[in-house]
């Protein structure tokens, strides 16, 4: 059973920064790739940013690119966002996901690649 805990969300200003953390733990988990989705009330959960463990490659979703920067310590099998310059459509509840992979440069933003999901962190963005 691979389990995957979300951490560092919060209630912040428009122009903040917050910092989410994500530790993987269970049996012997080695992800090809992780990354972070967010949704929105009433909206489809939509890919944020993603990190793949051997080439260390990251991918951005344009609504977030230049503000948030996705890190991964593989020895630790974790993985951050850091946000800054948040804004209130950055409002959602973040949820870290994992894949076994192997994964393309497209595929990697897609939600069906993750078999392992968190259960959520809210970030909440006030004007």
């Known amino acids: 059973q691979v389990q995957l805990v979300e951490s560092g969300g919060g209630l912040v200003q428009a122009g903040s920064s917050l910092r989410l953390s994500c530790a993987a733990s269970?049996?012997?988990?080695?992800?090809?790739?992780m990354g972070w989705f967010r949704q929105a009330p009433g909206k489809e959960r939509e890919f944020v940013a993603a990190i793949s463990r051997s080439a260390g490659s990251t991918y951005y979703a344009d609504s977030v690119k230049g503000r948030f920067a996705i890190s991964g310590d593989n020895a630790k099998n974790t993985v951050s966002l850091q946000m800054n310059s948040l804004k209130p459509e950055d409002t959602a509840v973040y949820y870290c996901?994992?894949?076994?992979?192997?994964?393309?440069?497209?595929?990697?933003?897609?939600?069906?690649?993750?078999?392992?999901w968190g259960q959520g962190t809210q970030v909440t963005v006030s004007s």
């Open positions: 996901a994992a894949t076994d992979g192997p994964t393309t440069d497209w595929s990697i933003r897609q939600r069906w690649e993750y078999s392992y």
């Open positions: 269970g049996r012997a988990f080695r992800s090809y790739a």
